[in-house]
C-alpha cells in the first residue's frame, strides 16, 4: 500500500487556501441530499456535526454519554493556542507553525501543521462570537497567556475550565442545529462497526447502551472524531468511558493505525494513592510557573518534607535544565520525575512522586496572590488529598494524558478507508512526536470547524453515490460479527471483573511502554498482553445480557479491544528505534540521558496494517518532508 | 398567541403574576392592619372610619380587584403546588437535608391555605355575621353600625382569640417568605441590597403581624379600651 | 473504613425498585465514593451478581455526568463538591449511607442510579446558544468586553448541567440550569439579540418536559458543585419580564424531533 498524503503543491503558506479552491463543491440545493455519519461530540465532533448540519448536510451524530456536552474535551484546563499576535510580542502564523512542528519533535507533516496554524485565528473569532467567556484584560480585550513553555502568549483561556467552555460553544451550536433538524442526535449509542459497501465507508453499528438494540447506519460519508487511548494505561488523566473501540475496530476494518507509540505523559497530576485508584488527575502545568519541583538527596528519606533541610533537597530540574528549570517541556519534565523516583528518592505513600512547592512563592509574593492565582487547584488538591498545598507542598507525578498516535489520515483528513473521515484527538494528527500545551483544543475545533467541512464536501462532490441500503449483505455482516462478538464476551461466564483486566493491562503498559521503553521490555510486554488476552476470554466475568442497559458489558467490549491493540502501540515503540519526543527508548539516548533522534532513518509516519489478532502488523511508513524548517535538536539546558 | 395568555402559560409568567399579585395583597394588609389601629383610638373613631368606608363609592370597586387578586393569588398557588407535586412522582426514602430553604419556604401551600380558610372565618365573623347572627344588628349610638363593639365582643372569647393569634403567625409565616421571594421574582437581587430587603420586609411582615395581633390580645385581657 | 449501604436498585425504567442494603467493607479514606462503589462492585462480581449501575465519566468534577442523591443532599455532604471529588474521609467509621438516583419526573430512571437528563439537552436546543454560523464570526476583540460582564458571564457558564439543582429543588425545578445559561449570554454582547427569545423560549422548554417551578427555596445554589448563583435566577426572572411586556413572542417552539435512536 503506498500511503498518498494528496498534500498540495505550492509554498507553504498558500497550499490550502489554494486547495480550498481547487476542491470541489456541493450546491446548497444538493447538501441535504447527502447523510454524513459523525461518531462522537466533543470538540471535533460536536463542531463537525454543527458545521455540517449549518451548511445543509443531513447528520447523524452519536456519543456514548447521556449528552455530546460530557466528552472529554469538557476537562481541559489550560487553553487555546491560537496566532493572533494580539500582544504584539512577534507571535504569527509561521511562529505558531514552527513551535508546533518542534515541539512535536519533528515528527509531523509540515502543510497539516500550517494549516492549523493558519485557521488558529479563525476558531478564537468563532468561539468568541459563540459566546465562551474567554479571560479578558480591564480594558475589554481578550488576555493571553504564556503557556507550556512557549516564548509569546498566544495562549487565549477561560480559567482553568477553557475546553469546558469551548466545548460548551460547539455543543450550543450542536444544540441550535438538532433543533433545526438538520442533526439527529443520538446519545448513549456506542459504535461498535464501520460497514464497507464497495471499498467506501458507507454506514455503522451501533448498540444503544440503554435498551441493548443492535441497529445499521447508512450515510455517504463517516467522520470518527472518538477522542484519544490514553485509558489504555487503565490509569490516565482521561474520563473512566474514553476508549479506542471505534479507531481499533476502523482499523480491524482496513484503516491503518499511526504513530501509536507517541503517548504524551502529563508531568503535573496526583500521585497514585492506592490499588483502588481509578482515575488521575490533572493539575494545570501553569503551577510549575510558581512552583519548584524537589526530592530530597538522600534515597528512602522518610522525614517530612518540611524537616528536610534545604542542602539536603534536589531541585532536579533547575540543577539539570538550568535555561527553563521548572519549565521544561513535558516529556522532560515528565521523565526525570521517573528517573528520580527509580533512583528510590521519590516521596509519598506509593514512593511514585515529587514535591511542588510553593513555600518560596507564598514568601515572596504573599499567600494572597498565590491563593489568586491557584486557589481553585489547590482547593481541588486538597480534596481529593486531604492535605493543605499551602502549607504543605504538593505531591505530584506523571500520568498519561493525551495521544498524539491515532488512525492515518491524508490533507483531506480522510483515512486509508475511502469516505472515512477522523479528526480531532483520533486522528493521528498534527503534533508529531509531542503535543505541545493548548495545542489540542486548537486541533479538535480546526477540524471539525474550518477543515472537515471543506475537503468532506469535495470527497462527496468527487463520487457518484448509489443510494445505500441497510440491508446490504454487508451491513448484515457486520452487524452479524457485533452480535457474535458480544454473545462471546456474554459467553465466557468467567469469575475475573473486566475492571481488573484492565487495570492489569494497565500495569503492563505502563511498566515496558510508559515514559520510557526499550526492546526487553516492549517484546516482554507483547508477550504478556498476549497472556492477558487469553486469560481474559477464558475467565472474564459478564454480568446480565445484551438486551439491557449493561455497564459490564459495555467495559468488556472495550477493554478487549484495548487488549488488542496494546500490542499495536508496543510494535510501534518497538520499530522507532530512536527516541523522539513522547517516546524515548533508553538504548537511544545522549550521554547526558537526552533524547536522541535518527532523522536520517525515522522521519516518517508509522502507519500500521492489521494483520488478524495476535499477528504483527504491517507497517507502511510516509515519509515526512520539511521544507520550511530545519531540523534541529531540542535543547532546553 | 396572546401576550397574557402567554404569561400564564409559563412557570415563570404564572410566578411574576403571583408576584404582583402578592404585592397587592400585601399593600391590602399594611392598609387593613393600620385601619384596624384606629380601634385603639376608641369607638367613635373606629365607627367613624367604618361608616366612611362602607359609604365610600370606590368600595365595591375595591373589593372587586380584591377578591381577583385574592382570587388569582390562591389559584396560582393551588396550581404550583399541585404541579410541583407532581413533578417529583417518587419522594426520596431518604429524608432530604435542607441546606437553604426555610420551613417558611416549604410551607407555603400550607400556610396559604389556612390563611384561606382564616379569612373566609374573618369575613363570616365580622362581614356576614355568620359566626354571631347579632352582630349585623348592633349599632352605636349615632346610629352607625358598631364595629368597635363586634370586636369588643368577639375577642371577649379566648378561642377565638387564640384562632385570630394562631392565623396572624402562619400569615406572617407566608408574607416572610413571600415578601422576600416577590424581589427575586422581580428580578431585584443584587448582594447590595438583599440584607436590606431582608432587613426591611422582616420589619414589614412584624409590623403588619403584630399590629394586627395586638388587638385581639388587647381587648382580651382589657387593657386600654377608652 | 466499613460502611453500611442502602442503595436504589431498579432493573429497568419499568420494573420496580427497591433499597438494598450492602456491605462496604476496608474502604480507604483516599477513596473517592465513586471508587467505594466500584469496590462494592468488584466484590458484587465476584459474588456473581450484577453491578450496580450508576452514571460517571471524568471523574474530576467537569463532565457533569456523576450524580447520586447520598443522604438526602444531592453529591452528597461536601459542598461545591461533585460525588466523583467527594472522598471518604469526609465520613466517618461505619456509617450508614442511603444512595438514590435523582428523583424528577423530567429524570426517568434507566437503571439503579442512572436517570434520563436529556430533558436538559432539550432545553439548551430551545436556544441555550449565539445563533452563529461557522465563519461568519468577527475578529474576536472587534467587541470589547468589560471585564466584570466578562467575567460574570463566565461565573454563569460554569454549570456543568449535572442536574443537582433538579435534584435538590422540592419542586424538582430546573430554572438555576436555565438561568445559568440565559445569564451568560445576558452578561455578554454577542447574546443581545437572541436574549428576549432565549428567555421564553427556554423558560416554555422547561416546562414542556414536566420541571417544577421555582418557587425561591434556594437549595438549588446550595447543591450546585460549581456554587452558581440564585442571582442568576433573578436575571433571568428580569428577562423574562422584559421580554414578556416588550417585542418577544411566546409559543414559537418547534416540536420535538421525531426520529430513531
Excluded at chain 1, 456519543?63 to 494580539?86: E, L, M, T, W
Aim: glycine letters at 10%; one cysteine or more; charged letters at 20%.
Amino acid at each position: 500500500m503506498k500511503l498518498d498524503a494528496k498534500t498540495p503543491d505550492g509554498p507553504l503558506e498558500k497550499k490550502w487556501d489554494q486547495h480550498r479552491f481547487d476542491m470541489k463543491l456541493v450546491n446548497p440545493a444538493n447538501r441535504r441530499k447527502y447523510r454524513i455519519i459523525v461518531v462522537g461530540s466533543g470538540l471535533a465532533g460536536a463542531s463537525a456535526a454543527a458545521t455540517l448540519g449549518g451548511l445543509g448536510y443531513n447528520v447523524d451524530c452519536f456519543c456514548f454519554q447521556d449528552s455530546p456536552r460530557r466528552a472529554h474535551s469538557v476537562a481541559a484546563q489550560g487553553g487555546i493556542n491560537a496566532a493572533k499576535n494580539y500582544q504584539n510580542d512577534g507571535d504569527s502564523v509561521f511562529r505558531l507553525f514552527y513551535d508546533t512542528v518542534k515541539g512535536g519533535d519533528f515528527r509531523a507533516r509540515e502543510a497539516n501543521v500550517h494549516r492549523l496554524a493558519e485557521v488558529s485565528t479563525q476558531i478564537i473569532d468563532q468561539c468568541v462570537a459563540q459566546g465562551v467567556p474567554f479571560a479578558r484584560e480591564y480594558g475589554g480585550l481578550l488576555d493571553n497567556r504564556s503557556f507550556g513553555g512557549a516564548q509569546v502568549s498566544r495562549t487565549f483561556y477561560a480559567r482553568g475550565q477553557t475546553g469546558q467552555q469551548l466545548l460548551l460553544g460547539a455543543y450550543g451550536a450542536l444544540s441550535r442545529e438538532i433543533e433545526r433538524g438538520t442533526v439527529k442526535m443520538h446519545t448513549r449509542v456506542e459504535m461498535l462497526d464501520i460497514v464497507k459497501v464497495d471499498d467506501q465507508a458507507r454506514g455503522i453499528i451501533t448498540r444503544h447502551l440503554v435498551s441493548g438494540r443492535i441497529a445499521r447506519w447508512g450515510a455517504d460519508a463517516v467522520v470518527l472524531a472518538t477522542g484519544g487511548y490514553g485509558n489504555i494505561f487503565y490509569l490516565s488523566t482521561n474520563a473512566a468511558g474514553c476508549n479506542v473501540t471505534a479507531t481499533y475496530r476502523a482499523y480491524k476494518k482496513g484503516a491503518l493505525f499511526a504513530n501509536p507509540c507517541y503517548t504524551q505523559i502529563h508531568p503535573t497530576c496526583i500521585p497514585v494513592a492506592g490499588e483502588h485508584q481509578s482515575k488521575l488527575t490533572l493539575m494545570s502545568e501553569s503551577l510549575r510557573n510558581d512552583g519548584r519541583i524537589w526530592v530530597p538527596k538522600q534515597q528512602g528519606d522518610q522525614r517530612k518534607p518540611r524537616e528536610i533541610p534545604e542542602a539536603e533537597r534536589d531541585y532536579y530540574l533547575e540543577r539539570k535544565y538550568p535555561a527553563f528549570g521548572n519549565l521544561s517541556p513535558r516529556d522532560i519534565a515528565s521523565r526525570a520525575a521517573k528517573e528520580v523516583c527509580d533512583e528510590g528518592r521519590g516521596v509519598g505513600p506509593m514512593g511514585r512522586g515529587v514535591y511542588l512547592d510553593f513555600a518560596d512563592s507564598i514568601e515572596r509574593l504573599g499567600r494572597a496572590t498565590i491563593e489568586q492565582r491557584y486557589g481553585n487547584l489547590f482547593d481541588m488538591y486538597e480534596k481529593i488529598t486531604g492535605e493543605n498545598p499551602y502549607e504543605l507542598p504538593m505531591r505530584i507525578y506523571p500520568a498519561s494524558h493525551y495521544t498524539m498516535g491515532g488512525l492515518w489520515v491524508d490533507y483531506h483528513l480522510m483515512s486509508t478507508i475511502e469516505g472515512l473521515h477522523v479528526i480531532g484527538e483520533a486522528n493521528f494528527s498534527d503534533h508529531g512526536a509531542n503535543r505541545l500545551g493548548a495545542s489540542a483544543l486548537m486541533q479538535g475545533l480546526a477540524d471539525g470547524y474550518f477543515i472537515l467541512p471543506h475537503t468532506i464536501a469535495h470527497y462527496l462532490a468527487s463520487h457518484k453515490f448509489e443510494p445505500v441500503s441497510t440491508d446490504d449483505p454487508a451491513f448484515e455482516d457486520a452487524e452479524r460479527e457485533v452480535r457474535a462478538g458480544i454473545q462471546r464476551l456474554l459467553d465466557v461466564n468467567g469469575t475475573r471483573s473486566v475492571d481488573s483486566f484492565h487495570k492489569e493491562l494497565g500495569h503492563i503498559m505502563w511498566e515496558y511502554c510508559g515514559m520510557t521503553r526499550n526492546e526487553a521490555g516492549l517484546k516482554k510486554a507483547i508477550g504478556l498482553i498476549r497472556e492477558l488476552r487469553a486469560e481474559f476470554w477464558r475467565d472474564v466475568c459478564v454480568t446480565g445480557e445484551n438486551e439491557e442497559f449493561n455497564v459490564a458489558l459495555e467495559k468488556a467490549g472495550r477493554v478487549a479491544d484495548f487488549l488488542e491493540f496494546g500490542e499495536v502501540l508496543c510494535y510501534d515503540a518497538l520499530q522507532r528505534a530512536e527516541s523522539c519526543g513522547a517516546h524515548f527508548r533508553e538504548e537511544f539516548q545522549t550521554s547526558d540521558g537526552e533524547a536522541k533522534r535518527d532523522d536520517e532513518n525515522y522521519t516518517y509516519v508509522a502507519a500500521w496494517e492489521f494483520g488478524g489478532i495476535g499477528e504483527e502488523p504491517t507497517l507502511h511508513k510516509e515519509p515526512l518532508e520539511f521544507e520550511n524548517v530545519e531540523l534541529a535538536t531540542r535543547s532546553y539546558k | 398567541m396572546n401576550r397574557l395568555v402567554g404569561l400564564f402559560s409559563t412557570s415563570i409568567g404564572r410566578k411574576l403574576m403571583m408576584a404582583v399579585t402578592g404585592v397587592l395583597l400585601l399593600g391590602f394588609l399594611v392598609a387593613h392592619m393600620l385601619g384596624n389601629m384606629i380601634v385603639f383610638q376608641g369607638q367613635d373613631a373606629l365607627n367613624a372610619y367604618a361608616d366612611w368606608l362602607t359609604g365610600h363609592p370606590m368600595l365595591w370597586i375595591a373589593r372587586a380587584h380584591l377578591l381577583a387578586f385574592f382570587a388569582l393569588h390562591t389559584y396560582l398557588g393551588v396550581r404550583l403546588a399541585t404541579e410541583n407535586r407532581i413533578a417529583r412522582p417518587t419522594r426520596y426514602q431518604h429524608r432530604t437535608r435542607h441546606q437553604a430553604s426555610t420551613p417558611a419556604s416549604r410551607y407555603m401551600i400550607l400556610t396559604g391555605l389556612v390563611v384561606l380558610a382564616f379569612v373566609a372565618y374573618h369575613l363570616a365573623h365580622f362581614t356576614f355575621g355568620a359566626v354571631d347572627p347579632g352582630y349585623p344588628a348592633l349599632v352605636d349610638d349615632q346610629g352607625r353600625h358598631d364595629v368597635y363593639g363586634m370586636i369588643v365582643h368577639g375577642f371577649r372569647q379566648p378561642w377565638i382569640v387564640g384562632t385570630y393569634v394562631v392565623a396572624m403567625l402562619l400569615l406572617g409565616t407566608h408574607l416572610i417568605h413571600g415578601a422576600r421571594s416577590l424581589f427575586q421574582t422581580l428580578g431585584l437581587n443584587h448582594e447590595s441590597f438583599n440584607v436590606i430587603i431582608r432587613v426591611m420586609t422582616l420589619g414589614l411582615v412584624m409590623l403588619i403581624v403584630l399590629g394586627n395581633i395586638s388587638i385581639p390580645l388587647f381587648v382580651y385581657f382589657g387593657l386600654p379600651t377608652h | 473504613m466499613n460502611f453500611k449501604l442502602r442503595v436504589w436498585r431498579q432493573k429497568n425504567g419499568t420494573a420496580k425498585g427497591a433499597m438494598v442494603e450492602y456491605d462496604a467493607r476496608d474502604i480507604s479514606s483516599d477513596m473517592s465514593f465513586l471508587e467505594m462503589l466500584d469496590t462494592v462492585n468488584e466484590n458484587l462480581i465476584h459474588e456473581g451478581q450484577e453491578p450496580i449501575a450508576f452514571d460517571h465519566d471524568c471523574r474530576e468534577g467537569i463532565c457533569g455526568m456523576c450524580s447520586l442523591m447520598i443522604n438526602g443532599v444531592a453529591h452528597g455532604p461536601e459542598r461545591t463538591t461533585t460525588t466523583c471529588q467527594l472522598h471518604m474521609r469526609k465520613f466517618k467509621d461505619g456509617d450508614k449511607i442511603t444512595v438514590e438516583p435523582w428523583r424528577a419526573n423530567a429524570f426517568p430512571i434507566i437503571r439503579d442510579l442512572v436517570v434520563d437528563r436529556r430533558a436538559l439537552d432539550r432545553i439548551m436546543q430551545a436556544g441555550g446558544y449565539v445563533s452563529v454560523k461557522t465563519g461568519s464570526a468577527p475578529d474576536a476583540n472587534s467587541i470589547p468586553v468589560a471585564k466584570e460582564d466578562a467575567d460574570a458571564a463566565f461565573e454563569a457558564a460554569e454549570c456543568i448541567g449535572c442536574g443537582a439543582c433538579v435534584a435538590a429543588c422540592p419542586n424538582a425545578s430546573a430554572t438555576l440550569f436555565v438561568a445559568a445559561k440565559t445569564a451568560q449570554y445576558a452578561h455578554l454582547p454577542q447574546g443581545q439579540p437572541e436574549r428576549s427569545k432565549r428567555a421564553i423560549n427556554m423558560v416554555e422548554a422547561m416546562d414542556r418536559d414536566g420541571f417544577g417551578s421555582c418557587t425561591n427555596h434556594y437549595e438549588c445554589e446550595a447543591a450546585c458543585p460549581k456554587g452558581i448563583s440564585v442571582r442568576f435566577i433573578a436575571e433571568l426572572n428580569r428577562d423574562f419580564l422584559k421580554a414578556a411586556m416588550t417585542t418577544a413572542k411566546f409559543g414559537t417552539l418547534p416540536p420535538l424531533p421525531d426520529f430513531e435512536e
